[in-house]
């Protein structure tokens, strides 16, 4: 499973980056609003800058809800950098510009999927990811891993390439669940990726090892 980091925070990305195990970031407005990031040229800046400190796919979110609008937004943000992943919304025209863009070779993340028929419609437009968004499900009393699995099973029938994109991924035991359904890539924070290495046996024994070591 890849990991990708859900964020927009630049020291974030280089930490993640830097435990070698990161294949790629996931972003959105929100995310980029939370960074204090605005105007078009500032943004494009920091898409630029997230490319240069990571290897996989980077996600930019178009923020243009009509086909003409996202068809113009997606190939500027495609032509800023090769490792760019255009990300659009699960609506019309956002299936009609997934198609688009799939035509042409450039990649996609359909997002704000919350059904198995929004993931096989993305899927038939060509859509690179799909990111259905599992905490968002969840806190909404709603089984957000169960949907992962659906998707699995239909994508599955039918050997779509578009690749499961875990998404809104909210702590450790997230992952390790999306891991065991087959998800083909997770997004989610640093700390729900370093959870995975937590466990207190770990701590107690290399303490003992060490302590066991004066001896030596
Ligand atoms: O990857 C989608 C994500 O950014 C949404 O996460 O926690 O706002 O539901 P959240």
């Known amino acids: 499973m890849k990991f990708f980091i859900d964020t927009a925070n630049l020291d974030q990305i280089e930490e993640a980056q830097a435990l070698g195990v990161l294949d790629g970031v996931t972003t959105n407005p929100s995310l980029m609003a939370k960074e204090g990031i605005s105007g078009e040229a500032n943004i494009f800046n920091h898409y630029k800058a997230i490319c240069e400190l990571v290897d996989g796919d980077v996600s930019a979110e178009v923020l243009s809800t009509d086909f003409d609008g996202m068809v113009k937004e997606g190939e500027a943000l495609a032509a800023l950098h090769p490792q760019i992943v255009v990300k659009l919304p699960m609506i019309k025209d956002g299936i009609k510009a997934c198609r688009y863009f799939s035509a042409k070779g450039i990649k996609t993340n359909v997002t704000l999927v919350f ?102």
Do not use: W
Not at 134 to 154: A, K, M, P, Q
């Open 115 to 216: 059904s198995v028929g929004q993931a096989l419609l993305a899927a038939k437009a060509g859509a690179t990811y799909v990111s259905p968004f599992i905490g968002r499900l969840d806190d909404i009393s709603t089984d957000g891993l169960h949907l992962i699995g659906e998707i699995r099973e239909v994508y599955d029938n039918y050997f779509f390439e578009t690749e499961i994109l875990a998404a809104s991924v909210r702590h450790t035991m997230h992952i390790v669940d999306c891991a065991k359904i087959g998800a083909d890539v997770m997004t989610g924070p640093l700390s729900a990726i370093e959870g995975l290495m937590r466990h207190p046996l770990t701590d107690s024994g290399l303490a003992k090892f060490l302590e066991d070591a004066k001896n030596l």
